[in-house]
């Protein structure tokens, strides 16, 4: 072999042999296709880490992938043209969307927020769209660009969702705008042409659009309801409307026949917080008609009618001296009397001591109050000195009507009757005193009235 081929060979060699050297951790492109050659110079397969948190992948052919999936230990990458897995919001196909985590991972049966919309991605990994039940009768809703609603409607199959700030359809009575109110069952759909009940037998009606309703509202066979301004039924009330006054009975209907007492006493504004009402209806110069009246359910029942006596000025205005039983409605507070202890229903009770004195002086600091004391001048009732044999034992049984800071008198008591007018009490006999003090618990009202048409102002 001559000199120059021995040069040409030893040449080749150090080629081949450079030419293996510079194909180590570095890329190469054949027939346009990329690959990777690691450490000891093979071309790589798998997941690549490299860069800052960057990731590629080489099939079993050690060709990159681009544009395509690729699923390792059963989760999927998906790597663009430049050959990157991707980290983000990836939109696809026909308005299909995916996410692909930091880790470039897809995300599947798990949320994400991006620019402070929510996404949810199902088990296939695309985001999804309209409701999605979860958790405890939980609902969401997901319009047509993959974002959960929040604070906004959603129709779907005709029936209205409304979606929350946190992205849940709600449940129960919401208001909204110019004192509107609707309302959504425990399905999350809204009422529309039906009813409602809620707490304390609150009924509404929501109409065709889905807002609760005011005012009269005509259904069935001439049947006729009102709802107030805070969209609530009336039972057992009047209500005027234009020139014309109905009175709605315990059902909520209107009523065509003559209105009966108990439907009175059911329509007083008192009625809706007392459990017991006592009305004391004046029917000559001092006498009146008192009538204890007990509730059951929305119903109310006369349960003592008595003959009483009033003040020698009747009912009316009353002040410090006046003789006249104070009109209006009072709280009855407490029932006092001579024996240490009565049956009541829940009211309070105290036995007059020896040193029970009831303030009438308007210029005591106790005025109108029931204070024991060693001594009180003589303008105040020493309430022993009435506890005797009759006619002076008024105060055998009492029950207090709390007028206190009406400025309107003072001392103003139930109590048994004798044969005289009295000083603005209210008297009756002690048999129907003792049956009125056994019914009366802590929710227990008189309304003083001279004629029965005024009950409807209390």
């Given at each position: 072999m001559d000199k120059r081929a021995i040069t040409l060979n030893v040449k080749l060699v150090a080629n081949t042999i450079q030419s293996k050297q510079t194909i180590r951790n570095k890329y190469q492109w054949r027939d346009n296709k990329l690959y990777y050659y690691g450490n000891d110079g093979q071309p790589i397969t798998g997941l690549r880490h490299y860069g800052n948190n960057k990731l590629e992948y080489y099939g079993s052919d050690h060709i990159?992938?681009?544009?395509?999936?690729?699923?390792?230990?059963?989760?999927?990458?998906?790597?663009?043209?430049?050959?990157?897995?991707?980290?983000?919001?990836?939109?696809?196909?026909?308005?299909?969307?995916?996410?692909?985590?930091?880790?470039?991972?897809?995300?599947?049966?798990?949320?994400?927020?991006?620019?402070?919309?929510l996404y949810y991605f199902g088990s296939n990994g695309d985001a999804i769209t309209g409701l999605r039940h979860y958790g405890n009768n939980k609902l969401e809703f997901y319009g047509s660009n993959h974002i959960q609603y929040r604070n906004r409607y959603a129709t779907v199959n005709n029936q209205l969702y409304y979606f929350s700030s946190n992205g849940d359809a709600i449940t129960g009575l919401r208001h909204y705008g110019n004192n509107k109110l609707e309302y959504y069952g425990t399905n999350h759909i809204q009422y529309r042409n039906r009813y409602y009940t809620a707490a304390k037998n609150k009924l509404y009606y929501f109409g065709g659009n889905g807002d609760a309703i005011t005012g009269l509202r005509h259904y069935g066979n001439n049947k006729l309801e009102f709802y107030g301004t805070d969209h609530i039924q009336y039972r057992n009330r009047y209500a005027t409307v234009g020139n014309h006054r109905y009175y709605f009975g315990s059902n909520g209907d209107a009523v065509s026949e003559p209105q009966t007492?108990?439907?009175?006493?059911?329509?007083?504004?008192?009625?809706?917080?007392?459990?017991?009402?006592?009305?004391?209806?004046?029917?000559?110069?001092?006498?009146?008609?008192?009538k204890l009246w007990q509730k059951q359910g929305n119903a109310w029942q006369n349960i003592l009618t008595s003959?009483?006596?009033?003040?020698?000025?009747?009912?009316?205005?009353?002040?410090?001296?006046s003789s006249t039983t104070p009109q209006g409605v009072y709280h009855l507070s407490f029932a006092f009397g001579k024996t240490a202890s009565v049956k009541t229903n829940g009211m309070s009770y105290r036995q007059?001591?020896?040193?029970?004195?009831w303030i009438e002086d308007p210029n005591d600091s106790q005025y109108n109050t029931w204070q024991d004391r060693s001594w009180a001048n003589n303008k105040n009732e020493h309430l022993i000195d009435y506890t005797k044999a009759a006619p002076h034992n008024q105060y055998e049984l009492a029950v207090v009507m709390d007028n206190h800071g009406q400025n309107n008198g003072s001392g103003f008591f139930i109590h048994v009757k004798n044969q005289w007018a009295t000083e603005g009490c209210v008297s009756i006999n002690l048999s129907d005193m003792?049956?009125?003090?056994s019914h009366l618990g802590n929710q227990a009202y008189v309304?003083?009235?001279?004629?029965?048409a005024q009950l409807n102002n209390y």
């Amino acid at each position: 072999m001559d000199k120059r081929a021995i040069t040409l060979n030893v040449k080749l060699v150090a080629n081949t042999i450079q030419s293996k050297q510079t194909i180590r951790n570095k890329y190469q492109w054949r027939d346009n296709k990329l690959y990777y050659y690691g450490n000891d110079g093979q071309p790589i397969t798998g997941l690549r880490h490299y860069g800052n948190n960057k990731l590629e992948y080489y099939g079993s052919d050690h060709i990159q992938y681009r544009n395509r999936y690729a699923t390792v230990n059963n989760k999927l990458y998906y790597f663009g043209s430049n050959g990157d897995a991707i980290t983000g919001l990836r939109h696809y196909g026909n308005n299909k969307l995916e996410y692909y985590g930091s880790d470039h991972v897809q995300y599947r049966n798990r949320y994400a927020t991006v620019n402070n919309k929510l996404y949810y991605f199902g088990s296939n990994g695309d985001a999804i769209t309209g409701l999605r039940h979860y958790g405890n009768n939980k609902l969401e809703f997901y319009g047509s660009n993959h974002i959960q609603y929040r604070n906004r409607y959603a129709t779907v199959n005709n029936q209205l969702y409304y979606f929350s700030s946190n992205g849940d359809a709600i449940t129960g009575l919401r208001h909204y705008g110019n004192n509107k109110l609707e309302y959504y069952g425990t399905n999350h759909i809204q009422y529309r042409n039906r009813y409602y009940t809620a707490a304390k037998n609150k009924l509404y009606y929501f109409g065709g659009n889905g807002d609760a309703i005011t005012g009269l509202r005509h259904y069935g066979n001439n049947k006729l309801e009102f709802y107030g301004t805070d969209h609530i039924q009336y039972r057992n009330r009047y209500a005027t409307v234009g020139n014309h006054r109905y009175y709605f009975g315990s059902n909520g209907d209107a009523v065509s026949e003559p209105q009966t007492e108990a439907d009175i006493i059911a329509s007083m504004r008192v009625a809706q917080k007392a459990q017991q009402i006592v009305t004391v209806v004046q029917n000559g110069g001092s006498t009146a008609t008192l009538k204890l009246w007990q509730k059951q359910g929305n119903a109310w029942q006369n349960i003592l009618t008595s003959s009483s006596r009033i003040g020698n000025g009747g009912i009316g205005s009353s002040h410090e001296g006046s003789s006249t039983t104070p009109q209006g409605v009072y709280h009855l507070s407490f029932a006092f009397g001579k024996t240490a202890s009565v049956k009541t229903n829940g009211m309070s009770y105290r036995q007059i001591k020896q040193n029970s004195y009831w303030i009438e002086d308007p210029n005591d600091s106790q005025y109108n109050t029931w204070q024991d004391r060693s001594w009180a001048n003589n303008k105040n009732e020493h309430l022993i000195d009435y506890t005797k044999a009759a006619p002076h034992n008024q105060y055998e049984l009492a029950v207090v009507m709390d007028n206190h800071g009406q400025n309107n008198g003072s001392g103003f008591f139930i109590h048994v009757k004798n044969q005289w007018a009295t000083e603005g009490c209210v008297s009756i006999n002690l048999s129907d005193m003792r049956t009125l003090v056994s019914h009366l618990g802590n929710q227990a009202y008189v309304v003083n009235v001279q004629n029965q048409a005024q009950l409807n102002n209390y």
